[in-house]
C-alpha cells in the first residue's frame, strides 16, 4: 500500500513537470512567433524616426512633406490593423498566463507613453519633445527588460538596457539628433530581436 502510494507521488511529481515544461515551451513559442511583430514595429519607427530626422537637418519641399506625412499615417494604420489581427484575430484563443501579462505590460506603456505628452503640455503649456522623447524611450526600455524576464529571453532584457542608454544620449543632445538616435535605437532593440526570434519561431515549427 504504502508503495503504491509513493509511485503515484512520483507520477504525480513527473505529470507536474511535464506540464511545467510544456507550459514554457508554448510561452517561449509564442514568443518567438511576436518576433515578426518587434520587426514590424522597430523597421516602422525606425524609418519613420530616420526620417523627422532627415527633415529635421535638409531642406524638404513641402509637397514632399506632405507625401511623408500621408505615408506615416497610413504605414501606422496599417501596423496597428496588423497588429490587432495578429494578437486577437490570427492567434488561438488559449494564451499562457505569461503571454497574458505581457500585453498587459505593453498595453500600459503605451497609455504612459501618450500620457507624457499630455502631461507635459498641460505642465509647460507645449508639448517639449526634447523631453518627451528621452521619457518615452526609458518606458519602452522598461517593457522591454521586463518582458525579457518573464519569458527569460535575456536578449530582450538587454535590448531594454541599450534603450535606457540610449534614452540618456538623447537627454544630453538636440532634438534632431535624438531622431537619428532613435532610429538606431529601435531598429538595435526591436528589429535585431525580432528577426533571432522569427528565426527561432521556424526552427521550433519544424522540431
Known amino acids: 500500500m504504502e508503495e503504491s502510494i509513493t509511485n503515484h507521488d512520483k507520477l504525480s511529481n513527473k505529470q507536474l513537470l511535464d506540464t511545467l515544461k510544456t507550459a514554457v515551451?508554448?510561452?517561449k513559442r509564442s514568443l518567438y512567433e511576436?518576433?515578426?511583430l518587434l520587426i514590424?514595429?522597430?523597421a516602422t519607427l525606425a524609418v519613420g524616426f530616420f526620417l523627422h530626422y532627415y527633415r529635421s537637418t535638409h531642406l524638404v519641399v513641402w509637397r514632399t512633406r506632405n507625401v511623408l506625412d500621408v505615408l506615416n499615417i497610413l504605414a501606422a494604420v496599417l501596423l496597428i490593423g496588423f497588429t490587432i489581427y495578429y494578437i486577437f484575430l490570427r492567434k488561438p484563443k488559449q494564451r499562457t498566463y505569461t503571454a497574458i501579462s505581457t500585453r498587459f505590460v505593453w498595453v500600459g506603456i503605451i497609455i504612459a507613453h501618450n500620457l507624457n505628452v499630455i502631461v507635459t503640455k498641460s505642465l509647460l503649456d507645449e508639448v517639449d519633445f526634447a523631453l518627451i522623447h528621452p521619457l518615452q524611450m526609458v518606458l519602452i526600455g522598461f517593457a522591454l527588460f521586463v518582458t525579457g524576464g518573464i519569458y527569460r529571453y535575456n536578449l530582450?532584457?538587454?535590448?531594454?538596457?541599450?534603450?535606457?542608454?540610449?534614452?540618456?544620449?538623447?537627454a544630453r543632445i538636440e532634438l534632431a539628433d535624438q531622431y537619428l538616435i532613435r532610429a538606431i535605437a529601435n531598429?538595435?532593440?526591436?528589429?535585431i530581436p525580432g528577426v533571432l526570434m522569427y528565426m527561432q519561431s521556424k526552427k521550433t515549427a519544424h522540431v
Open 40 to 42: 514590424l514595429w522597430g
Open 25 to 27: 515551451a508554448t510561452s
Open 187 to 191: 531598429f538595435i532593440c526591436f528589429v
Open 156 to 170: 530582450l532584457s538587454v535590448s531594454g538596457v541599450v534603450m535606457w542608454l540610449a534614452a540618456v544620449l538623447c
Open 34 to 36: 511576436d518576433g515578426i
